[in-house]
C-alpha cells in the first residue's frame, strides 16, 4: 500500500499497519511499523521471518524492546 508520502506500507489490514522483515533487520521493523502506524492510523504491527533456527535470537531481541518501551506493536512470526 503507498501511502500519501509516497513510503510503502507491506501490509494494510482493517486494523493494522504491518511490516514484514526478515529476522536480522528486526530493529528497522520497529522503526517502520511505528511510522506507518502513525500516518495510517492504525496500529503497528511486524511480521519478523524467521528463516532458520539461529534466527530466534532476533525474535528474542525484537519482543524484549517493545516490552522494555511499552512500544505499540503486535508482532507475529513467520517461519518455513
Not at 489490514?13 to 492504525?42: C, M, N, V
Amino acid at each position: 500500500m503507498v501511502l500519501a508520502d509516497r513510503t510503502r506500507c507491506d501490509c494494510l489490514t482493517r486494523t493494522h499497519a504491518i511490516e514484514f522483515d526478515f529476522a536480522p533487520k528486526w530493529a528497522e521493523a520497529i522503526g517502520q511499523a511505528l511510522y506507518y502506524s502513525l500516518q495510517t492510523g492504525k496500529r503497528a504491527g511486524i511480521v519478523l521471518i524467521l528463516e532458520k533456527p539461529t534466527d530466534y535470537k532476533y525474535w528474542i531481541r525484537l519482543n524484549t524492546v517493545i516490552k522494555q518501551f511499552e512500544l505499540p506493536i503486535d508482532v507475529w512470526q513467520m517461519e518455513p
